[in-house]
Structures are given as structure tokens and as C-alpha cells.
């Protein structure tokens, strides 16, 4: 149903910045209504939860990107962002957006890759 790109990974030194984006589109409801979240996976990795944005717009993120990544939402452009600041090597993987909606149904972004070397 949602239809989810994200855009703006790419290659960048360790301590550079990345604004990756997610624009929704396909939605059956207004997209505030929706909460979003950004996951990675890195190589040989399992899959791990980034941040999260509530429909109210609460955040939380996991504790290895505290005080470097930021999630938002812009609810008029129907896009999640994620700010990457301070980036680390370890940072290094494929991000995905997901939007959840109040039904419980989770929708997946293809991924754009992220990469930061040292």
C-alpha cells in the first residue's frame, strides 16, 4: 500500500554528515498519521532499529547514535528524515525507512546505502 524511497546515502569521511530522506506516497491515510522509523543492517548483520518518530512527533533512538542522528518528519511532504552527524565507520550500512500505520501495518522502503570511511 505504502510505496516508501528513501534517498541521500552515499560515501562520506568519518565525522561528515548525511540527511538521508523518505518520501511516502500510496498512503490509504494522511501520512500523520502514520509513525515512522529508520532501520540498518550492516554487512553480516542482523537488522537494528535507528529511530523512531511517533505520529505526535515523540523520537527515540537507539544508544549508539544518541546525540549524532536526528529523526523528523515533515507531515506536509509526506517525508521522514534522518540527520547523520559524526558519522563513524561503524555507521556503515544499508538504511531502510518503515512507516507503521494505525493498523499495525508496516510498510519497508528499498534501502539506500550508507557508507563512511576512516
Known amino acids: 500500500q505504502v510505496q516508501l524511497v528513501e534517498s541521500g546515502g552515499g560515501l562520506v569521511q568519518a565525522g561528515g554528515s548525511l540527511r538521508l530522506s523518505c518520501l511516502a506516497s500510496?498512503?490509504?491515510?494522511?501520512?500523520?498519521?502514520?509513525?515512522a522509523s529508520w532501520f540498518r543492517q550492516a554487512p553480516g548483520k542482523g537488522r537494528e532499529s535507528v529511530a523512531q518518530?511517533?505520529?505526535?512527533?515523540?523520537?527515540n533512538s537507539a544508544d549508539s547514535v544518541k546525540g549524532r542522528f536526528a529523526i523528523s518528519r515533515d507531515n506536509t511532504k509526506n517525508t521522514v528524515y534522518l540527520q547523520m552527524n559524526s558519522l563513524k565507520p561503524e555507521d556503515t550500512a544499508v538504511y531502510y525507512c518503515?512507516?507503521?500505520?494505525?493498523?499495525?501495518?508496516?510498510?519497508w522502503g528499498q534501502g539506500t546505502q550508507v557508507t563512511v570511511s576512516s
Open positions: 518503515a512507516t507503521t500505520s494505525m493498523y499495525g501495518s508496516r510498510s
Open positions: 500510496g498512503l490509504s491515510f494522511a501520512f500523520s498519521t502514520y509513525d
Open positions: 518518530i511517533s505520529r505526535s512527533g515523540s523520537t
